[in-house]
Nanobody, 124 residues
C-alpha cells in the first residue's frame, strides 16, 4: 500500500511562486516514477511534470507540459520519497487542483497511485 500526501497549495498572486511537496509512504519494491497532474474546473486532468531515474545511469530525466516549461521545476529529494514542484511566474490559468502521482510502469497496465490533491489558486 502506498500513500501520497500533497502540501504547499494555496492562494498566490499572478507572477508569484509556490512550492508543492508530495511525500510518499508505504512499501515500494519496484521501480516507479513520480509526477504532478492538475485538473481545472471543467477540464480533463493533465500531466504537468514528471521525473524518472535511469536504472543504468542513475540520472534523472524530467518532462514538462508545454504550458509550464521554463516556469515549473520538478525534483526529488535524496531519499526519493518526496517529490517537489517549484512553481514560478504563476498565471491565472495555472489555477487547478494539483495531484501527486506515483506510477509503476512495470505493471500491466501501468498502475498509478494518486494523492488527494492540493488546491492552487492564482488570483489578483
Amino acid at each position: 500500500q502506498v500513500q501520497l500526501v500533497e502540501s504547499g497549495g494555496g492562494l498566490v498572486q499572478p507572477g508569484g511562486s509556490l512550492r508543492l511537496s508530495c511525500a510518499a509512504s508505504g512499501s515500494i519494491f519496484v521501480d516507479y516514477t513520480m509526477g504532478w497532474y492538475r485538473q481545472a474546473p471543467g477540464k480533463e486532468r493533465e500531466l504537468v511534470a514528471a521525473i524518472t531515474r535511469s536504472a543504468s545511469t542513475r540520472s534523472y530525466s524530467t518532462n514538462y507540459a508545454d504550458s509550464v516549461k521554463g516556469r515549473f521545476t520538478i525534483s526529488r529529494d535524496n531519499a526519493e520519497n518526496t517529490v517537489y514542484l517549484q512553481m514560478n511566474s504563476l498565471k491565472l490559468e495555472d489555477t487547478a487542483v494539483y495531484y501527486c502521482n506515483l506510477r509503476i510502469p512495470t505493471a500491466v497496465p501501468p498502475y498509478n497511485y494518486w494523492g488527494q490533491g492540493t488546491q492552487v489558486t492564482v488570483s489578483s
